[in-house]
């Protein structure tokens, strides 16, 4: 997640702080509502110029496919377009954003970037295609869950997400009867869950196509070009029997749950999957996750999945990101602590957690299209922590 597409958390005074949480705001609902125009202007556009390049012989030879393709693309952008302005518009009314939109802010590339992912990132949480994708992470986690807790436990048993992205893991808990609530950051991520898991009031009802955004490592037209139906499972058909068991947090993992005075609030599962490389500092993540668990009687438990996809090396790895924290020494965003595993996994145990299981090596996707030539393929780690009661003493 990126700082143009998360709430602001800067000390800042609370009035120009409300003006800089408005901007990213609005820069994200932009970045949906122009997606279409972008899209158009990116993908096709360029192509077709090439098209009328070539010469005639290569023209004829690419003839009428190639331009039945880009027409057939321009098409299902428009269909994606169609379905981001729903999600805009649901998600200005609310997050009570300006209804002027000229008051908006203009949408970074960045931002056009991630609302692209985000397209897939759908895909991959709310349909039946990325069953099998979810199956290996979420299913390992709810499986660990009911390991467990009894049936007749879980409504007992809180369990907090955070990075909870589109909030399927966080729905599919609470569908167990587990007490669950998702937390996230990303506006992306915060407007797309929101209207899912609200909004929509049947399976199948939208249509989206999320692999068309790149012609690499493609092996068919039409694989490129297929239309993917969500949601696969309605949240509506939940929140008519028991919503009061499922929540959502808006807002930095840290900062919402570090330090909670009551032992009572505190959680009795924390879940995280493909989230502990998010943080500038892993560090900062296992204090936190260890504050929030419950630790009176030894049975808070933290099970982990994912890959250790540093999203800040690069950052790090910048002469601009040493100097802004030189600048700005006491401010985590311009640092990245990357830790290998075993080095992680230690201090995991230092931090006052046994490991009950670990695996690693478990192959992993992230978004992928099933059907095309290449991905991306994680080595990634699971494992059951319980933390350790506190001794206190005499």
Same mark, same amino acid.
């Given at each position: 997640?990126?700082?143009? =597409? ?18 990213? @705001?609005? +820069?994200?609902?932009?970045? @949906? ?20 390049? @070539? ?18 693309? =321009? %098409? ?7 379905? #981001?302005? #729903? ?7 609310? &997050? ?29 949480? /709310? ?44 729905? =599919? ?14 506006? %992306?991520?915060?407007?797309? +869950?929101?209207?899912?898991?609200? %909004? ?10 999320? $692999? ?12 490129? #070009? ?11 058909? $939940? ?8 929540? &959502?947090?808006? *807002? ?22 493909? &989230? ?28 982990? &999945? ?13 002469? +601009? ?30 931090? *006052? $957690?046994?490991?009950? !299981?670990?695996?690693?090596?478990? !192959? ?18 699971? /494992? ?11």
């Amino acid at each position: 997640m990126a700082a143009d =597409d998360a709430p602001v958390e800067r000390h800042v005074h609370p009035e120009a702080e409300e003006i800089l949480e408005q901007r990213a @705001l609005t +820069s994200t609902l932009n970045s @949906l509502l122009v997606y279409g125009k972008a899209a158009h202007y990116n993908l096709t556009k360029p192509r077709f110029a090439a098209l009328s390049r @070539l010469s005639e012989r290569h023209r004829d030879l690419l003839a009428p496919f190639y331009t039945d393709h880009l027409a057939a693309i =321009d %098409h299902a952008i428009d269909i994606n377009a169609e379905f #981001l302005k #729903l999600v805009a518009r649901y998600g200005a009314n609310e &997050f009570e954003a300006p209804q002027n939109l000229r008051e908006w802010e203009g949408a970074t590339l960045l931002q056009l970037d991630q609302t692209r992912s985000s397209i897939k990132q759908v895909y991959r949480d /709310w349909s039946a295609e990325g069953a099998a994708e979810r199956q290996v992470c979420y299913g390992r986690v709810i499986r660990e869950l009911n390991n467990l807790y009894s049936p007749e436990r879980r409504s007992d048993v809180r369990v907090l997400v955070p990075g909870a992205g589109l909030g399927r893991l966080a729905y =599919d808990i609470a569908c167990e009867g587990y007490v669950s609530q998702g937390n996230e950051f990303s506006y %992306h991520m915060l407007i797309l +869950s929101n209207f899912l898991l609200n %909004h929509a009031t049947s399976e199948s009802q939208f249509t989206i196509y999320p $692999f068309l955004h790149s012609f690499s490592h493609t092996s068919t037209a039409m694989n490129q #070009l297929r239309a993917i139906r969500i949601p696969d499972k309605c949240p509506a058909t $939940f929140y008519t029997s028991t919503a009061s068991n499922f929540s &959502f947090t808006a *807002g930095s993992f840290a900062e919402t749950y570090a330090n909670i005075p009551d032992e009572a609030d505190k959680w009795d599962v924390i879940t995280t999957v493909f &989230f502990l490389d998010t943080a500038h500092n892993v560090l900062e993540y296992i204090d936190v996750i260890s504050q929030a668990l419950k630790n009176s009687d030894g049975t808070g438990y933290w099970i982990n &999945f994912g890959p250790l996809l540093y999203h800040f090396e690069e950052e790090q790895n910048s002469s +601009s990101a040493v100097a802004r924290a030189a600048k700005d020494a006491d401010q985590q965003d311009g640092i990245s602590i990357e830790l290998p595993l075993d080095y992680l996994i230690s201090i995991v145990e230092k931090c *006052g $957690f046994v490991l009950e !299981k670990l695996e690693t090596g478990i !192959k992993t996707t992230y978004a992928a299209d099933e059907r095309a030539m290449g991905n991306w393929v994680f080595d990634s780690v699971f /494992w059951v922590a319980r933390k350790l009661p506190l001794v206190h003493p005499h």
